[in-house]
């Protein structure tokens, strides 16, 4: 996997005179044969997702069956079964714009949006509404008030990549708005390179075949990785899964640290450790207290590789704040026996110890902490860079350990040069607003960031100034907002505070498949293919660069739906012919920018020589033949050992902190004087944790990563009928908990606090702890009347504060809920239907 995996590039600002033009060609309807004269009407199509390399099975032009490729693991991915309904249910068929925008945009009422019904315009009518009103907000009001959003997975093939393509009409069309930073890894992304000098949530892990060989110990901390590897960001490889099927038959000790029994801890048989939800460093404080105080701690290691040991024995020691961090301190906060703590602390010690953190644990307040405290705990005992030692950070996503290929690697559509564009020219580089600092992951470069998961404050105070990364960010006043391949209303924290933000400014434009909650609050939507109704290709494994395949088009758009790169290219023509030409290369078309994106890595592997394994054939040949190639990896990627090159040599092979060694002290950190991010790994108490819970709402909320959903992908299929309770989604609640509210397995209970309400289908079980609910993140937000989330959305009742000014990442895992038996009539799902005035 590329190291820019989240990264948009740069984009500025400028645009002239705006014509319209009176038709556009790809306004017409569309025939197959116009599209692909190769359609399959019945047979089978190789395809692509990020839950695999997918076969499809065609009859009369329709999709019949969706299985896998081939089958490498014991556990089957249901994900992989469900293509039909991805193309076929809960459609945006024809473009549609809110009625009171289509009225008068000057005077939309924004505080309808989500409220009224849609009107269906003709696609060319739709063209020339974005068009004209994004210029005419730009000219007004200046790129600051165009917001390209687009937070949210990408299609998972290289031309169709649906973020990149909006930012790519964005840049040649005048500029936008962008973003720091994910709701994924906010905290983690930008405290690590501080700590280790690069990100680790986003890169190769050590080997799974030298973890296998020399490990004694696995832990797996906060993070089910049999649920996440059922996807990946690009196409799955599938071979994670496949070494966790290894893992559970070889003679490693497995601990798994986590207030649930998750799947992963059942299918390996690991010993369960359950501290208290947001106090895993006060758990790891006192192990490292611990540790030295049997002396089992590798002081030649911390003497050579890290900067800063000292400062924080203090810390430990309570020198500055007179509290000693020791296991009788940790044991209270973290709810474990002191045994427990010292016991694990030795067995890390005594023994090759791969510690594979997830990221939920940096998903919470203070969150740039854990990630943090991991490193200087493994530093500590000695074993980062060694063969089955150490941690990391990406096991659990996207099959982070699995052997790098070596093969032709596939490039993709970029988001054009940085800078300012007339006419569809570069013309130079914008005074850009460069104020989000440290390690910008999404877009920075933009005239104008913010970090993402401060979206909502955004919109609601514009001018307000944040400290973030060392550095001051002015926000922007958003006024029109572009969104293509997410599904913000539903990912963002806080849902009802978020609408209230989402009605501000005057328009929401939405490139959409599916009427997803996002879409129906938004003022235009625009009708967009699957990716099983367009031609693209893609790569297998984000780490592993495993299959090169082709993603063939199995079935006719349904309706007036267009494919993201004909839309943008048609509102580029409504700008002129140099924007258009601009946008699309002079004019090439998906096909052959595929061909374009295949060639390059065929010349790759010609470079390789004739003793290179695995030829690629000419494109014709490939994708006449609809199969995937696949490369074989190498003895060197089998044997690699993450950080081994620095601790061969931690001077040639410095890492990237500003001391080029792991600091556990960090100067620049310290420099901020931030009040909630110290210069060396600490303890904070969370906003709301089980330490401070109150009658009024006692339980602590997860709300991990759903085992069936891409976060709200696939949420409107039918494979919702195999876990939903009652219609509802599932919440996981402890059975002395539900014994003492008088709920019973399949019970529809209400969740709330004073941020929202939802209600859930309650699952009994004492696989999570007392005191603790899950209620994964995911569900498709249904709103009544009275604010009631009919479905369960957990972001209805999650914090929207930032970890620190550090980071200011999210904190969807820190929140308090109560819980209570629904007796009343239970109201209608309604979330996957179409809107008033839309059709299904």
Avoid at 818 to 840: C, Q, R, Y
């Amino acid at each position: 996997m590329s190291l820019d995996r989240r990264k948009f590039l740069k984009i500025g600002a400028g645009l002239s005179f705006l014509p319209l033009v009176p038709s556009l060609v790809s306004g017409k309807t569309v025939q197959a044969s116009s599209i692909n004269s190769g359609l399959v009407r019945n047979g089978t199509v190789i395809t692509a997702a990020h839950w695999g390399i997918l076969k499809l099975t065609i009859k009369d032009g329709k999709i019949t069956k969706s299985e896998p490729w081939e089958k490498i693991t014991n556990n089957d991915n249901p994900l992989q079964h469900y293509t039909a309904d991805m193309v076929y249910k809960s459609r945006v068929k024809y473009p549609y714009v809110r009625k009171s925008y289509l009225a008068n945009p000057n005077n939309p009422k924004p505080e309808l949006r989500g409220k009224e019904e849609f009107v269906r315009v003709s696609y060319d009518q739709a063209i020339k509404l974005i068009a004209r009103e994004l210029k005419k907000t730009r000219d007004s009001k200046g790129v600051q008030a165009i917001f390209g959003g687009s937070y949210g997975w990408y299609s998972s093939g290289r031309v169709h990549n649906t973020r990149v393509l909006l930012h790519r009409f964005l840049n040649v069309t005048g500029g936008f708005v962008g973003v720091s930073g994910d709701y994924s890894t906010g905290a983690s992304q930008v405290i690590m390179p501080y700590v280790m000098g690069s990100l680790e949530v986003y890169e190769q892990q050590t080997s799974w075949e030298s973890i296998l060989k020399n490990s004694k110990i696995v832990v797996i901390w906060g993070s089910d990785p049999l649920s996440t590897l059922r996807i990946a960001w690009g196409v799955n490889d599938q071979r994670g899964l496949q070494y966790f099927d290894k893992l559970r038959d070889s003679d490693i000790k497995v601990i798994c640290i986590d207030p649930v029994r998750t799947q992963t801890c059942k299918y390996l048989k690991a010993e369960l450790i359950s501290p208290r939800p947001n106090t895993d460093v006060a758990m790891m404080l006192g192990m490292a207290s611990h540790l030295i105080s049997v002396n089992k701690v590798n002081y030649e290691f911390l003497d050579t590789y890290t900067v800063g040991f000292a400062k924080f024995k203090d810390y430990l020691d309570g020198k500055s704040d007179g509290v000693k961090k020791d296991t009788a301190w940790a044991s209270k906060i973290c709810g474990l026996d002191e045994k427990v703590i010292k016991s694990l602390a030795e067995q890390f010690y005594d023994n090759p110890t791969m510690i594979m953190s997830g990221w939920g644990m940096q998903r919470a307040h203070h969150g740039e902490q854990p990630h943090w405290m991991i490193a200087t705990l493994s530093a500590m005992l000695g074993q980062i860079g060694t063969p089955g030692g150490g941690f990391g950070l990406s096991y659990h996503y996207s099959n982070g350990g699995v052997p790098t290929c070596k093969g032709g690697v596939l490039g993709g559509i970029t988001a054009g040069s940085v800078g300012i564009w007339k006419n569809g020219k570069f013309v130079g580089m914008p005074k850009a607003n460069q104020a989000s600092g440290g390690p910008a992951w999404l877009q920075q470069g933009t005239s104008y960031t913010f970090p993402l998961a401060r979206i909502a404050d955004v919109l609601q105070n514009p001018g307000k100034t944040i400290k973030h990364n060392g550095k001051t960010v002015k926000y922007p006043k958003i006024d029109f907002i572009y969104w293509a391949g997410g599904n913000p209303i539903v990912h963002h924290q806080n849902t009802n505070n978020f609408v209230k933000a989402w009605r501000k400014p005057r328009t929401v434009v939405v490139n959409e498949i599916y009427w997803t909650p996002t879409a129906k609050m938004a003022d235009i939507v625009m009708p967009a293919t699957s990716s099983y109704e367009r031609d693209d290709i893609a790569m297998t494994g984000d780490y592993s660069n495993m299959h090169i395949t082709p993603m063939k088009q199995a079935v006719l758009p349904e309706g007036e739906s267009r494919d993201d790169y004909t839309i943008f290219a048609d509102l580029c023509k409504v700008y002129g012919q140099k924007v258009y030409d601009a946008y699309t290369d002079g004019g090439k078309t998906p096909m052959q920018l595929i061909k374009e994106y295949y060639d390059s890595a065929y010349k790759q592997t010609q470079a390789y020589g004739a003793e290179f394994a695995t030829p690629m054939p000419v494109f014709e040949e490939f994708w006449a033949k609809n199969e995937p190639i696949k490369f074989d990896e190498t003895m060197e990627s089998i044997e690699w050992v993450r950080h081994a090159e620095f601790i061969e040599d931690p001077i040639l092979n410095a890492l990237g902190t500003e001391s080029g060694l792991i600091e556990i002290y960090s100067k620049s950190i310290e420099k901020y004087k931030y009040k909630d991010c110290k210069p060396h790994p600490a303890w904070f108490e969370p906003a709301e944790y089980l330490g401070n819970a109150t009658p009024e709402a006692p339980f602590h909320l997860l709300t991990n990563h759903p085992a069936n959903r891409l976060h709200s992908q696939l949420c409107h299929t039918s494979l919702r009928d195999e876990y939903a309770v009652n219609g509802r989604e599932p919440i996981l609640i402890n059975k002395a908990d539900a014994k003492k509210l008088g709920i019973k397995d399949g019970d529809v209970v209400r969740v709330f606090n004073k941020r929202g309400q939802v209600l859930a289908g309650a699952v009994v079980s004492n696989d999570i702890m007392p005191g603790v609910v899950r209620l994964c993140e995911g569900a498709w937000y249904d709103p009544d009347d009275n604010g009631l989330c009919k479905y369960g959305s957990a972001n209805c009742l999650t914090l929207d504060l930032p970890t620190s000014e550090l980071a200011n990442g999210n904190i969807s895992h820190t929140g308090l809920v109560n819980i209570e038996k629904f007796t009343g009539e239970l109201p209608e799902v309604t979330a996957f239907s179409a809107p008033k005035g839309a059709e299904n």
